[in-house]
């Protein structure tokens, strides 16, 4: 057995502190209320309203949001840099077509700057016909509550340097066919980004479901495990090794939950649904899976559907519409913590390696090797039993020009494996399931 060497064991020491008393952010909910009530103020923002009248419409809206983060990038003397990236869509809910803009502010990180980590929700909003832009959709929650999360997010975050580039996106686009997550994913393969994590945020503010039910310590963090990028051979090879349930955008989700328990006072367990959406419904994250990026969907932890694509109006004593009062800004804030945890901790920690691969057919032990990573100070082997989805043993090795750990009595074919990097103060990457070939 290798043994620990005094390094590594102080290394490990400091990792646990480092975990035990990171804080909960202080997202503050007035403030997300004082952003959603500001984007419901334009009326609608649908993807097919006006862009250029100053008060109504998507683009009043986008140039709102723009100028949120351009202010925060100047009080953080000048860490972000505000872009704007378009190209037209057409689709059954774009007959004629629609030029579609993103909105992304960039904190660069200290690193290297192509290690990428993005955070969205989506500003554009509608009402019961999809193809209707000229009624009211306030969109609180669907997806005001989104966008006023990434602002905050990127007010608190900006206050410090980061390892990893962070992006905010605020996206246009989605409710009418996910334009806006595909012109992300898009111009971050075009810049040539290794995005580590895409955090989409869409539905976060409401607590009240459709049948009364109220749900306030929980939101759901969607995953797919069988990578949406991967060609039929690749899929075989993951049925092969048994990772079906392991891909990077679920390890992601394990991520979330380990960032909810590091930071308790944050009072939101993350309920880790494993499949990429809710039941044949999508969002923004799912063209970054297309292009093999991890990526994961934050919603609240009860939908109500009254108040979802619906016109503002009231049927005897039901009442129907996105409309601000239906929402929980203090829950909101919650969700912005989590967010600034789980990106703070995967901007501050090295990139996952690339590859994990296995020996130990017909013995008693196993042998892991992975690819060395710039920046790792350290790596943590994870190995569970195969008949459980959750890690639960690990070993801290030092970065040493092997890459390599042998585990005296664990069996190959009774468990499963995986490795994180460590940076030189405790911060981890999303874990690299063992067996599989590095990603092309």
Known sequence: MIKLSLAVALLLTATTAHAEERPASPADPDRLKASVEKLVSFGTRHTLSSSTDPKRGIGAARNWGAAELERIGKDCGGCLTVERIADRFEGPRAPDGVIVENILAIQQGSGDPAHVIMISGHIDSRVSDPLDFTSDAPGANDDASGTALVIEAARLLSKQKHRATIVYALLSGEEQGLWGGRLLARHAKEQGWQVAALLNNDIVGGTLGTEGAVVTDRVRVFSEGIRASEDMKAQMAR???????????????????????????????????????????????????????????????????????????????????????????????????????????????PPAPDGVSLDGAVSSNTMVRWSPVKGAAAYRVHWRRADRPDWTESRLTAAAADNELLLDGVQIDDHFFGVSSVSADGHESIVTFGGLPPAQ
């Open 239 to 349: 049925r092969g090794i048994g990772g079906e349930d392991d891909g990077p955008s679920r390890a992601l989700a394990k991520a979330a939950v380990r960032a909810a328990g590091n930071a308790p006072a944050i009072g939101l367990e993350v309920l880790a649904v494993r499949r990429p959406d809710r039941f044949r419904r999508g969002g923004d994250h799912l063209p970054a899976l297309e292009l093999g990026y991890p990526a994961i969907r934050f919603t609240a932890g009860v939908e109500d559907y009254d108040h979802q694509h619906q016109d503002v109006r009231t049927e005897g004593d039901r009442k129907y519409g996105d409309t601000v009062d239906e929402m929980d800004f203090p829950y909101l804030a919650r969700v912005t913590a989590l967010n600034v945890a789980l990106a703070g901790e995967l901007a501050a920690a």
